[in-house]
């Protein structure tokens, strides 16, 4: 059970150090706008799908649970 406890402890601040990073605004110039993301403007509208983005943080997160489960 001590396992267990300690993985939550860790993810807990991984999440906290990510939500810290992301709310200094250091990913604005990146996060959401990789090559492949999709960005349509027209006269009144935005469409904005980022789907390098989102296989990026999959790509992110089952490393890091591969790397748990070790």
Known sequence: MNDL????????????A??????????RGWFAQLPGDINVKGGSYNFHFPIVTCIFISVVLTLLSWMFRK
């Open 5 to 16: 406890g300690r993985y939550m402890f860790i993810v807990g601040l991984v999440i906290a």
């Open 18 to 27: 990510i939500g810290l990073v992301l709310w200094s605004g250091v990913g």
